[in-house]
């Protein structure tokens, strides 16, 4: 489990969790532990792929009208050993 306690988070960069089973990242609370994108226009703020039985929880995703999406979540159909299924996404607030 990665825990991140309240405060605002500049992402530059797309988060990815690839190829793993039973991880979480949890905020402290949504509305005041924010994931904030000041990565290149049209970005992805958090791309999930071959994540099993993972949790996503408690986070301000703000795309402050520049990223494409707050959550990319897929499989990429390789020889990995999960696909992205038994997923939670929980207790969020999508900017």
Do not use: Q
């Given at each position: 489990m990665l825990y991140v306690p309240a405060g605002t988070y500049r992402i530059t960069a797309t988060l990815q969790f690839k190829?793993?089973?039973?991880?979480?990242?949890?905020?402290?609370?949504?509305?005041?532990?924010?994931?904030?994108?000041?990565?290149?226009?049209?970005?992805?703020?958090?791309?999930?792929?071959?994540?099993?039985?993972?949790?996503?929880?408690r986070f301000t995703f703000a795309g402050g009208g520049r990223a494409?999406?707050?959550?990319?979540?897929?499989?990429?159909?390789?020889n990995q050993p999960h696909a992205t299924s038994g997923s939670e996404y929980s207790d969020l607030i999508l900017r």
């Open positions: 190829y793993r089973i039973s991880v979480s990242f949890v905020g402290e609370d949504p509305e005041s532990t924010i994931l904030k994108w000041d990565g290149p226009e049209g970005g992805v703020m958090l791309h999930c792929n071959g994540v099993g039985h993972h949790r996503v929880s494409l999406s707050a959550i990319d979540h897929k499989w990429d159909g390789t």
